[in-house]
């Protein structure tokens, strides 16, 4: 028996999520333990029980809801929290999809071989202390230390963020212990780019996705008179900066093509009209689908940070945020996906994703898939995300057709 989801039951409670942590900007802001995403947390669960499926929640907040069966969990979601001043399909989009798709089962009453989950990680978007913070809880692959000492993003520690909460750090370390046998994970989420737009495509298939390094940096000079310092004996902070942000560029752009490199945040100080820059602090990101291109990368950006420091007077500091490895898709999952669209006459492609997402730390305890739809624009993380409302359709019954496959 073929089944459908209920799409308009799926575009309403996007739309009613999307009541939840409105920003005045025109977005949504539902960073996670914020009253917003406490409330829509409440509002998911609600969903949960009303769709008579098992509800569980783990010491990370991290939030379930199961049909049962037997054997290894077949698991799909995604995240429901949000970037300040984001847009609504971001994550909700996966983890309502999943919910859907787990009702349509259950209402047809369509017996499978396996349970089924579906997830609602916590804290994707690193508005805490790193991104993935939900879902490397669940993975066993969260560092202690990063929760005690690290600051959020707001100029908090973590434990002062979960005073008004039923979580702690305790709890949140424990979250891997609660977790079932998982036989596979997909997540339905909007591309965040251009290419299925341009391409004219309904779904893409991910077939890898890229790791990433996030590094704090500074050069160190010495701040002196812009009227009175030569030129030649300045120990000019940010020409280093500048000197590194585009010579990194175009080592990236010319030997590791596809890879990306991006200094998203900069600080001069002392930062005054007439005063040669001291310190310039900045963020590095970079990223790629090769585990060897982000070893060359990383020796490069060290490299020529000592040859701009040595000939510039300054000094070069940096520290290791956040760093995750480039996944690849198992073929029997990209294969799955692939053989369902063509059967189904859906237009596909398959294609990289330069974003990190949940399926990315789920691929360390299991095979993990992406299915991706297009975002008007390529625009994400932004009030003006938006998508085609019937390429969410036809993802999410994509999404439905793959998980009945994998646990009949």
Not at 61 to 80: P, Q, V
Not at 107 to 124: G, M
Not at 227 to 233: A, D, K, R
Not at 254 to 267: D, E, F, L, N, P
Request: net charge negative.
């Amino acid at each position: 028996m073929k089944i459908k989801i209920n799409f308009e039951r799926l575009k309403n409670e996007i739309i009613e999520l999307s009541q939840i942590g409105k920003d005045p900007r025109g977005g949504i802001s539902r960073p996670s333990f914020s009253k917003p995403d406490l409330k829509a947390r409440e509002w998911f669960k609600d969903k949960i029980s009303i769709a008579g499926l098992s509800l569980r929640q783990d010491g990370a907040g991290n939030i379930f809801g199961r049909l049962e069966g037997e054997g290894k969990t077949i698991m799909a979601g995604s995240h429901l929290d949000s970037v300040i001043n984001g847009g609504i399909f971001d994550g909700p989009a996966g983890v309502l999809s999943a919910l859907e798709s787990l009702r349509a089962i259950k209402e047809n009453s369509l017996k499978l071989n396996k349970p089924l989950e579906v997830a609602a990680f916590t804290d994707e978007e690193g508005n805490l202390v790193g991104d993935f913070l939900g879902v490397r809880a669940f993975t066993g692959s969260l560092r202690r230390e990063v929760l005690e000492n690290g600051l959020t993003q707001f100029g908090k520690p973590l434990k002062d963020i979960l005073q008004d909460t039923e979580f702690s750090i305790d709890s949140i370390m424990q979250a891997d212990k609660q977790r079932p046998d998982i036989d596979a994970f997909l997540e339905l989420h909007i591309e965040q780019g251009q290419v299925l737009e341009t391409e004219e495509k309904s779904i893409g298939i991910v077939d890898c996705i890229a790791g990433k390094n996030y590094w704090v940096c500074s050069f160190s000079g010495r701040a002196s008179h812009a009227g009175t310092t030569p030129i030649e004996l300045r120990q000019d902070a940010f020409l280093g900066l500048a000197d590194f942000a585009l010579k990194a560029t175009q080592y990236v752009a010319t030997q590791h093509y596809g890879s990306k490199v991006t200094i998203g945040k900069a600080h001069i100080f002392p930062g005054a009209f007439s005063i040669v820059s001291g310190r310039a602090d900045f963020s590095l990101d970079f990223r790629s689908t090769s585990e060897e291109s982000l070893q060359a990368m990383e020796i490069f950006f060290l490299s020529l940070a000592e040859d701009i420091s040595s000939t510039r007077g300054l000094k070069f500091r940096y520290k290791s945020i956040d760093k995750t490895k480039p996944v690849t898709t198992p073929p029997r999952l990209t294969n799955l996906l692939q053989e369902i669209c063509e059967k189904e006459d859906y237009s596909h492609m398959i294609l990289p994703s330069g974003a990190g997402h949940d399926a990315q730390i789920m691929a360390s305890i299991t095979d993990s898939a992406m299915i991706f739809i297009p975002c008007t624009d390529g625009i994400s993380h932004s009030p003006e995300e938006n998508i085609k409302w019937e390429d969410l359709e036809i993802g999410a019954n994509l999404l439905l057709q793959s998980l009945i496959k994998l646990a009949s």
